[in-house]
């Protein structure tokens, strides 16, 4: 079946322009998270929506990045402004079940955007 | 709180000798575990899951884990490692009724011919 699907797979900006990053989750995934990705280094956890409930923000680095999820699926990462430091790829997942869940919900990765801020 | 440690930024082995990927983990309660695997230019890909029972969890691609519960470690094995097993490998950590993943900063993997 169809797994995570992100677009662009490449974006290059100029520092001060507004970006969006889309996120279109495996269907029936009812949690989403984004992740950013710097090079070669490890995951930095962003944001997490799950069904209807308000979403958790708490990973944002800035007020610069917002997020949202209509309908329950597709997932925007918007991100106003942007700086050199904001070059990263940024990754989206989705799972079926929690992490600590009773089966302990792996969460499936999409290829991720490369964010490159000039 | 939770945390993982990735000790080794990179592992080098030759093609066909056993290898291990190091992960230690700190988390308060019961522990999920989990190792992920991210080929050049591609997203993670899930490997192994411990959650409870038989410390020895087998993974995709002849990978394996064992969970030590006394010394906080949940380290990635293989018999006889390939190169294309060449990738960077992600241990990451959960607990019980938490959605969050903390991921460990990564190991990278060279398996020479």
């Known amino acids: 079946g169809a797994g995570v699907s992100q677009s662009p797979s490449n974006k290059v900006t100029e520092k001060g322009k507004d970006v969006e990053l889309r996120c279109d989750p495996i269907s029936g995934h009812t949690a989403l998270y984004w992740y950013r990705q710097s090079l070669g280094q490890g995951l930095e956890f962003l944001i997490y929506?799950?069904?209807?409930?308000?979403?958790?923000k708490s990973g944002l680095p800035s007020d610069r990045f917002s997020a949202e999820r209509t309908g329950g699926s597709v997932s925007t990462l918007t991100i106003q402004r942007t700086q050199q430091e904001d070059s990263a790829v940024y990754l989206c997942?989705?799972?079926?079940?929690?992490?600590?869940?009773?089966?302990?919900?792996?969460?499936?990765f999409g290829p991720g955007t490369r964010l490159t801020v000039l | 709180a939770q945390s993982v440690a990735q000790p080794e930024d990179q592992v080098n082995v030759a093609e066909g000798n056993p290898l291990t990927v190091k992960c230690t983990y700190s988390?308060?309660?019961?522990?999920?575990l989990f190792w992920y695997v991210q080929y050049p230019n591609r997203g993670l890909q899930f490997l192994l899951k411990y959650i409870t029972g038989d410390n020895l969890v087998k993974g995709s691609y002849g990978f394996e884990a064992e969970f030590n519960k006394s010394q906080t470690s949940f380290h990635l094995k293989k018999p006889s490692a390939l190169v294309s097993d060449s990738a960077l490998y992600f241990c990451?950590?959960?607990?019980?009724?938490?959605?969050?993943?903390?991921f460990g900063s990564g190991t990278r993997l060279l398996v020479r011919p």
């Open positions: 990451a950590v959960s607990m019980d009724s938490s959605y969050k993943l903390i």
């Open positions: 929506f799950q069904g209807n409930s308000a979403p958790d």
């Open positions: 988390v308060s309660g019961n522990p999920y």
């Open positions: 997942a989705s799972s079926l079940e929690l992490a600590g869940g009773p089966g302990g919900g792996e969460q499936f």
